[in-house]
């Protein structure tokens, strides 16, 4: 018992005296409802007489904390923990881990942290770095909208070695089990209560560049310039999207790092860049990673990150040393439960063994991306029920997707998704259709807007709860059979506001069933002006053969109209069935800057894929020219004078999608519609700066907008300026010619203390007929006021009328005042706050209470005043000595 006391008091002794927290970070698991599993890492200096922790207290962050064991390592000096592991033997860098569970109340932002007394010594960014304790935390946020969340695990240790001109790496190999999404930020080491230690990235000793890149974690450090042992902290921040699509944070975890620099005439080795990958799930994914060493020295290979840490089957990668170059080999089995929208990191650690053994050895860190992407849903297929559409497919090989996303558009695209491509690009036409929420359902009926005629293609994906989705299934398409008369014309043959004509054509049904709906028939055609109200009969034939009609008496040049065919059948003319709307192709034209827009509106059951445009040349005289082509429902004629009026109409190519049997191409006109050429657009917003030079000067400039959406008419910039919480005014401070960038130079009369913003103003008004366009403001910038005080140290109060009183000999644009002077024994003998009065009267060097006057001598004013400001003016302080002489 005695031995076991006398080292029990020892320990504690080494404890008091020693020094050896070097780095360490906190994370932790979720177990279930609100209980976590936390667990606090260090690594600590592993010396003799260095102090050793067998327990920390933690601070779970909710007004509770606890004592908790070292878990890793044997047990031999610690009684009721273990020891933890010598990882580094020759740089004495011991890692200790700690683990504890604990449960919350109630939902919330808890931050977990621990203090321990001490840092080791010597660190180069951190004074008297052994007597600064060492402080870690994490934030944990406890959210049920969110669901339950674990934190990034770190799979590199904390604690590297560089040389001093050689640049310096670490990656955490930070791997997050939910798929979160991960960015990095550099922060401060801290201190008790966690307070930042601002020496840490301080010039004075971090010379260079110290940044980290948000996306990948790698830490830069370009260069290090001084031996020293430096430490720096970052944080990785987990992020997750909610209920309203949005990324929000829900958690970090700081690292803090330590990082011995040294001197050394080695280089550093190369990693070859390589990737990244996407996988489908289910396949193996293996590669070769290459490193090689300038200085030929003798290299160590090994890899980190998410794909060795995921359920197994896990990524191997077995380390590999030798002379350089060395090659290593990456594998993968991967599975769907690997399956995840974010990519895993994956970080490749060169490490060289120089000969010298004076020479530290230097490191390099590649890191690459895999994606593992879910198969795509097998064996669509898709068939008329009716007048509708069934979709069927086999359910998704990756059982825990949550459902699947159904797209649509007419006609086949042709899509092959490349190896990174999930889901189904916005560039293919398919818009999304619907989602089903369960992957057991595998079937799906469509039932809008089915038209005959129309071929309709689907692709199908899976989704998973995290937002990942599969590869797109093949595409597959089906049609209604053709069992309607269809529509083939809706021609505009004359425009005009009353006597326009619509040429309309359709054929009989190619798949009508006869033995369904025997005679005796009916066919209707119906039409109307618009998109809405109800069709008015147009025509009426007793059999279901191909027609035409002429619709007379129009205002064509106004209205689009639309038809329809309604099919009756049997011995009381039941209804079949009516056609899908087919409309007459309306032509919207309207002026802009030197050129006329014109936009094709449609409701037709056939694809036009292809407009020709006709010009009236010149305006009047009834003779149109094609002038150019368009496969977009829209077209821009160019080159045209503005104030001179310009007539079109378009012709529309179309066919049929179902069937290739079918009448091709539909040839339909639009009316004619003109509009003036008139420039209307608004020049971009200008980019704008402003300096100032106290009390009265500002100069500002200007960049005129740039690119293709921008015109290059400016001819005129204007500033407006305002004050304290007015608007700007319609009027502009300054209007001032202005073709290009410039800087001008602006002397005020008044104050220059305000808001200004500018705009660009073209030439359109020189055009016949046209306005000029005045773009919105820019951004506004403000300038504070140019306040200015001074008093003299000197005045003499004895009425020769030179320096009677006690004045500023110097102030601007002070809003309020108040002044104190007392006297060397702390009599008050003078007060103002009256800013006009003091101004008019000053200090007549009087004693205020009685009118006597003051005894020469050295007097203490105080000046308390607020400077005219835009908004709310602090208050500031004037102080000195003042002598009075009479």
């Known amino acids: 018992m005695r031995k076991i006391l006398l080292l029990f008091f020892f320990l504690i002794g080494l404890s008091a005296q020693a020094t050896h927290n070097r780095a360490g970070e906190i994370t932790y698991r979720w177990i279930n409802g609100l209980t976590y599993e936390v667990t606090i890492t260090t690594y600590t200096r592993a010396c003799q007489l260095c102090a050793d922790r067998c327990e ?63 840092r080791n010594a010597g660190i180069s960014n951190i004074l008297n770095s052994d007597q600064v304790p060492f402080y870690i935390e994490t934030e944990l946020f406890i959210s049920p909208s969110l669901g339950a969340n674990s934190s990034p695990v770190l799979t590199n240790p904390p604690v590297e070695r560089g040389c001093v001109g050689k640049r310096f790496e670490h990656n955490p190999g930070a791997y997050d089990p939910d798929g979160d999404s991960l960015a990095y930020r550099l922060v401060f080491s801290k201190a008790q209560n966690g307070d930042p230690i601002q020496t840490i990235y301080d010039p004075q000793y971090v010379q260079d560049s110290v940044k980290i890149d948000p996306n990948t974690g790698t830490f830069y450090w370009d260069l290090p310039r001084n031996v020293g042992q430096y430490n720096f902290a970052f944080e990785v921040v987990e992020y997750r999207k909610n209920s309203q699509g949005r990324y929000v944070r829900i958690g970090f975890v700081t690292r803090d790092l330590q990082v011995d620099i040294e001197d050394c005439g080695n280089n550093p080795p190369e990693v070859n860049p390589i990737g990244p990958f996407c996988v489908e799930a289910g396949t193996n994914l293996n590669f070769i990673v290459n490193a090689s060493d300038v200085d030929g020295d003798d290299l160590t290979l090994s890899s980190f990150g998410g794909p060795f840490e995921v359920d197994i089957p896990r990524a191997t990668f077995n380390e590999v040393s030798g002379p350089t170059p060395v090659s290593g080999f990456f594998n993968w089995n991967t599975r769907c439960l690997h399956v995840r929208k974010q990519p895993y990191q994956v970080h490749f650690k060169a490490v060289d063994m120089p000969p010298d053994p004076d020479d530290i050895p230097l490191s390099d860190i590649y890191t690459t991306e895999i994606t593992v992407i879910a198969p795509a849903p097998e064996n669509p297929d898709v068939q008329p029920e009716g007048f509708d559409l069934r979709l069927n497919w086999d359910r998704s090989i990756c059982g825990q997707a949550e459902g699947y996303l159904v797209y649509r558009r007419e006609a086949e695209y042709g899509f092959v998704p490349g190896a990174c491509e999930t889901g189904v690009p916005a560039y293919t036409g398919y818009v999304f259709w619907d989602s089903i929420q369960d992957v057991n359902t595998t079937t799906y009926l469509d039932t809008t807007q089915i038209e005959i005629g129309k071929e309709y293609c689907y692709m199908v994906v899976a989704y998973f709860e995290d937002e990942a989705l599969s590869y797109a299934s093949e595409e597959f398409c089906a049609s209604l059979p053709l069992s309607l008369p269809m529509f083939t014309k809706v021609d505009v043959e004359t425009t005009d506001p009353a006597s326009g004509t619509i040429g309309v054509e359709w054929i009989e049904a190619p798949e009508f069933d006869s033995t369904l709906y025997p005679p005796p028939y009916r066919l209707d055609l119906m039409g109307r002006a618009g998109n809405d109200g109800p069709f008015n009969l147009l025509f009426s034939a007793n059999n279901l053969d191909a027609g035409s009609f002429s619709h007379q008496n129009l205002n064509t040049q106004a209205e689009r109209y639309e038809y329809r065919l309604d099919v009756f059948a049997g011995p009381n003319l039941d209804k079949v069935g009516s056609t899908a709307i087919a409309s007459s192709v309306f032509n919207l034209a309207s002026g802009s800057d030197q050129s006329v827009d014109l936009e094709f509106d449609f409701d037709v059951p056939w694809l036009n894929e292809r407009f020709i445009i006709y010009r009236e040349e010149p305006t009047g005289s009834g003779q149109f020219d094609s002038i150019g082509e368009s496969f977009t429902p829209n077209y821009r004629d160019t080159g045209r004078v503005n104030g001179e009026n310009y007539c079109y109409y378009a012709e529309a190519y179309g066919r049929y999608t179902a069937s290739d049997s079918l009448p091709r191409p539909l040839i339909n006109r639009s009316q004619v519609a003109c509009a003036t050429a008139r420039d209307t657009t608004a020049p971009c917003i200008p980019q704008f700066t402003i300096s100032n030079v106290c009390p009265d000067t500002i100069y500002f400039s200007w960049k005129l907008g740039l690119g293709d959406d921008c015109s290059n008419d400016v001819k005129q910039i204007n500033i407006y300026f305002r004050t304290g919480e007015n608007a700007f005014g319609e009027v502009p401070l300054l209007s001032i010619p202005a073709t290009g960038d410039s800087t001008i130079k602006y002397v005020s009369d008044g104050t220059i203390f305000g808001c200004y913003a500018i705009s660009a103003v073209d030439d359109a008004d020189q055009d016949p007929g046209g306005q000029a366009n005045e773009s919105a403001l820019s951004e506004e910038l403000c300038i504070e006021s140019c306040f200015s005080i001074g008093f003299p140290n000197v005045f003499t109060p004895n009425a020769d009328g030179i320096n009677d009183r006690f004045l500023p000999w110097q102030i601007e644009q002070v809003s309020r005042l108040e002044i104190e002077i007392y006297s060397r024994w702390g009599n008050l003998v003078y007060r103002n706050n009256n800013l006009e009065d003091f101004l008019s009267n000053g200090w007549d060097g009087t004693i205020q209470e009685n009118g006597q006057d003051a005894a020469e001598g050295v007097y203490y004013y105080v000046c308390r005043y607020q400077a005219e400001s835009i908004g709310p003016s602090v208050e500031q302080t004037a102080s000195g000595f003042v002598h009075l002489l009479r």
């Open 56 to 118: 920390l207290a933690i601070d779970w962050g909710d007004g509770s904390g606890d004592t908790l064991a070292r878990a890793n390592g044997p047990s031999v000096v610690c009684l009721t923990a273990r020891d933890g592991e010598i990882i580094d033997a020759l740089n004495q860098i011991r890692k200790n881990i700690y683990v504890g569970l604990h449960t919350y109340d109630a939902p919330g932002i808890y931050t977990i942290k621990m203090e321990d007394r001490n």
